[in-house]
């Protein structure tokens, strides 16, 4: 008998949750332009229960009459459903199988581009960069990192981090088939690990929102690693069409190895260079 009346009054509570998060998405929307309605649902409660249980509120509506209000509770909301900032060189195994497909097919191209979509890090960006330099492909070569996040832009195309993360960061970068020192690349500058100006002279940066912006050029290469296990189905096809448009024949694109694309065409449209790091070519 208890059993038969708890059940109804949980899923009454998070059918009262719902209602929560829908109108907090949507104001957030109204407010301010970023638009999270079409993400998966429990990844971002649990985001918005992280954050709640942090700041120490009881409801999801207490939250949104706080982000609305509070600039500093704003920011740390579109931080936290951003996603992570990606470390230097994160994945070495991904690294190093782009590291052996990249290099023939960006030299068959006479003036490579390659976009990195929600690009959260420096990191991120200049570990390309340092893989093109050691392939001797980054004098030709532009990278073009993008944040969704207009308020993120800057933090993330500053292009440092902390120190310490150094021995990390080296590992990383030998474990991915780093042909130096990472030492090399980087100087020192008031506690932090600032990436030398030849290593982010073809890095432009720039605000473009995947669940809302058109294709703005062709890439040789689209990276995309850590957003589309965000998206609900609706906005990965809208994303994977965008980045599909966005790819010569023959163009490589990376993407979240764990990511479901089940509901799209895209096993028809690509061939795999490595599946297991989410390394893909398009054929069609």
Not at 51 to 71: C, E, F, I, R, Y
């Amino acid at each position: 008998m208890a059993a038969s009346i708890v059940m109804p009054v949980i899923r009454a509570a998070q059918a009262v949750e719902d209602l929560e998060i829908d109108l907090l998405l949507e104001g957030v929307f109204q407010y301010s332009g970023y638009d999270f309605r079409g993400y998966q649902r429990e990844p971002l409660r649990q985001k918005l229960h992280a954050l709640m249980q942090a700041d120490g509120m009881p409801t999801v509506s207490a939250l949104q009459d706080k982000v609305l209000h509070d600039t500093a509770a704003f920011e740390s909301l579109l931080r936290i459903l951003s996603g992570q900032p990606a470390p230097l060189f994160d994945n070495p195994g991904h690294f190093r199988a782009l590291r052996d497909a990249l290099g023939p097919w960006l030299r068959s191209c006479p003036s490579p581009k390659i976009w990195i979509a929600d690009c959260l890090s420096s990191e991120e960006a200049c570990s390309l960069a340092i893989l093109l330099k050691e392939e001797n492909l980054y004098d030709r070569t532009r990278i073009f990192a993008t944040v969704s996040n207009e308020s993120l832009l800057e933090e993330a195309s500053g292009g440092s981090f902390p120190l310490q993360k150094m021995p990390e960061y080296e590992e990383n970068y030998r474990r991915s088939g780093g042909q130096g020192m990472l030492a090399n690349y980087c100087i020192e500058s008031e506690g932090r690990a600032l990436f030398i100006p030849e290593l982010r002279r073809n890095i432009t940066w720039a605000h473009y929102n995947l669940t809302t912006d058109a294709s703005f050029n062709e890439f040789e290469l689209i990276v995309c690693r850590r957003r589309l296990g965000d998206f609900g189905v609706a906005l990965r096809r809208r994303a994977l069409q965008l980045f599909h448009e966005s790819l010569p024949l023959f163009g490589m694109l990376s993407v979240d190895a764990t990511a479901d694309f089940s509901a799209t065409p895209f096993d028809s449209r690509y061939k795999p260079v490595c599946a297991e790091q989410g390394l893909y070519r398009r054929m069609v």
